[in-house]
Nanobody
Framework: QVQLVESGGGLVQPGGSLRLSCAAS????????MGWYRQAPGNQRELIAL???????NYADSVQGRFTISRDNAKNTVNLQMNSLNSEDTAVYYC??????????WGQGTPVTVSS
């Protein structure tokens, strides 16, 4: 059974930082491309950061330079360090895994609220 469990969301003031983590099980993590998506109220879910199995990364323009995605293959985790947060970053953040067999799995999401 595949499980992706996000943690680290919460309330943060503008300009602050949060670190999200996603713990994966039931997949061969080393061979999976891992992504972070977010969905704000009324908006579509969007990909904001991707780290491939080979380690290369991509970011959405909206988070480039502020967010950093990383992975720890020994712990089967993917992290998202979020700095300089603003109100537009308020959303539910989801972890996604694309396995080497091109199956897609989602976590349950963790909410992030940026507000003073």
């Amino acid at each position: 059974q595949v499980q992706l469990v996000e943690s680290g969301g919460g309330l943060v003031q503008p300009g602050g930082s949060l670190r999200l983590s996603c713990a994966a099980s039931g997949i061969i993590f080393n061979f999976a491309d891992m992504g972070w998506y977010r969905q704000a109220p009324g908006n579509q879910r969007e990909l904001i950061a991707l780290i491939r199995a080979v380690g290369t990364t991509n970011y959405a323009d909206s988070v480039q330079g502020r967010f950093t995605i990383s992975r720890d293959n020994a712990k089967n985790t993917v992290n998202l360090q979020m700095n300089s947060l603003n109100s537009e970053d308020t959303a539910v953040y989801y972890c996604n895994a694309i396995t080497n067999q091109r199956n897609s799995y989602w976590g349950q999401g963790t909410p992030v609220t940026v507000s003073s």
